[in-house]
């Protein structure tokens, strides 16, 4: 049976990234289901709960989760503390693990665009 990885955010039905995610997981081979689960704010501690299940590898978080998520997660890294906001969740047996790769993200995207960061 194929495990979870999950988009969490509100809203999330315009979400293209269950698509390309999808598509990336079967081309790689990689016995995994991306799903979209829409979660309003009050929702918000059962969804990063649901993280810890056995099933879900993990997933991305979008707004408005990226702060409020920080103090449900058991090991934010330096980068998440540093910035104040998660993006990503790792499931690595119950404990929920978190980093934030936005910041590489926008730094390599201005590095190629020759804008120096700093």
């Known amino acids: 049976m194929p495990r979870t990885i999950a988009l969490l955010g509100h809203p999330v039905a315009h979400s293209i990234s ?6 990336a997981l079967d081309a790689l081979g990689i016995s995994a289901r991306y799903e979209a689960w829409d979660t309003v704010p009050e929702d918000l501690p059962a969804a990063i709960e649901r993280f810890r299940s056995g099933d879900v590898l993990g ?3 979008t ?3 990226k702060v409020a998520a920080m ?3 058991d090991r934010p890294d330096a980068m998440v503390e540093r910035v104040g906001a998660l993006n990503t969740i790792i499931n690595r047996a119950g404990l929920l693990h978190a980093t934030n790769t936005d910041v590489a993200g926008i730094t390599n ?3 190629e ?3 120096e960061a700093g």
């Open 59 to 61: 997933g991305n978080v």
């Open 63 to 65: 707004v408005p989760h």
């Open 18 to 23: 269950p698509r390309f995610q999808q598509a």
């Open 109 to 111: 995207a201005l590095r």
């Open 113 to 115: 665009a020759g804008v």
């Open 71 to 73: 103090r449900l997660v």
